[in-house]
């Protein structure tokens, strides 16, 4: 597709089970960022990806938080355990390397998570 | 590390009117990027407008147009005439090279009939 696409769009889930949430970015885009973002708030960084260098993971909150990225594409976030407090939108965004003249990061329209 | 400030979380503006968003950067970096995005109600994140560092003349895009002070390290947004339909979060965002790209804590702008 023409975008990033985010799936599913709204997912509701008990707590305790685990979450899988997909990012499909723009084809050939180097960089994926993974941001949460609760209710009415900023963006929190929680994992990015560029080219085949190590992710940095270091906006990850906890160890119930997991990323990967297969072939440089496709990536899942995965939420194990969930709990109320990672209600939130998920948004995913991609975008070559800051260097050329119109470089930006597009975003998919993101995943809203409610624990219940 | 980079850092993007933006230090007011809330404004708000007459329909119109003229209103400037502030948001300040840190970084070692010569050579970088400036951004202003906008995530209106739909929260689909919307570049407004992008700024090269290396670049002297400040970008214009329409009624929006920033104010780059590289020495200041500043990149303020003023949104002219403003409309209805302008009311959302604003974020500043800065990237580099292969550095992740950093967001600013977000302005919320009203625009008020």
């Known amino acids: 597709g023409a975008g990033v696409s985010q799936s599913p769009s709204n997912k509701v889930t008990e707590k305790g089970k685990d979450v899988e949430l997909r990012c499909d970015p723009i084809?050939?885009?180097?960089?994926l960022y993974w941001y949460r973002q609760s209710l009415g708030q900023g963006l929190e960084f929680l994992i990015y990806?560029?080219?085949?260098?190590?992710?940095?993971k270091s906006g990850l909150p906890s160890d119930r938080f997991s990323a990967e990225r297969t072939g440089g594409s496709v990536s899942t976030l995965t939420i194990q355990r969930t709990q109320q407090e990672d209600s939130a939108v998920y948004l995913c965004?991609?975008?070559?390397?800051?260097?050329?003249?119109?470089?930006?990061?597009?975003f998919g329209q993101g995943t809203r998570l409610t624990v219940v | 590390a980079q850092t993007v400030t933006q230090s007011q979380p809330e404004m708000s503006v007459q329909e119109a009117e003229t209103v400037t968003l502030s948001c300040t950067y840190d970084?070692?970096?010569?050579?970088?990027?400036l951004f202003w995005y906008k995530q209106p109600p739909s929260r689909q994140m919307i570049l407004v407008i992008r700024?090269?560092?290396?670049?002297?003349q400040n970008a214009t895009e329409n009624r929006f147009s920033v104010n780059f002070q590289k020495a200041a390290k500043s990149f303020s947004l003023k949104i002219s005439d403003s409309q209805l339909g302008d009311t959302a979060m604003y974020f500043c965002?800065?990237?580099?090279?292969?550095?992740?790209?950093?967001f600013g804590k977000g302005t919320k702008l009203s625009v008020i009939p």
């Open positions: 965004a991609s975008s070559w390397a800051f260097r050329g003249a119109d470089t930006e990061a597009f």
């Open positions: 084809s050939g885009h180097t960089a």
């Open positions: 990806f560029q080219g085949n260098s190590a992710p940095d």
């Open positions: 970084t070692s970096e010569n050579n970088y990027y």
């Open positions: 700024q090269e560092a290396y670049k002297q």
């Open positions: 965002a800065f990237g580099a090279g292969s550095y992740q790209l950093t």
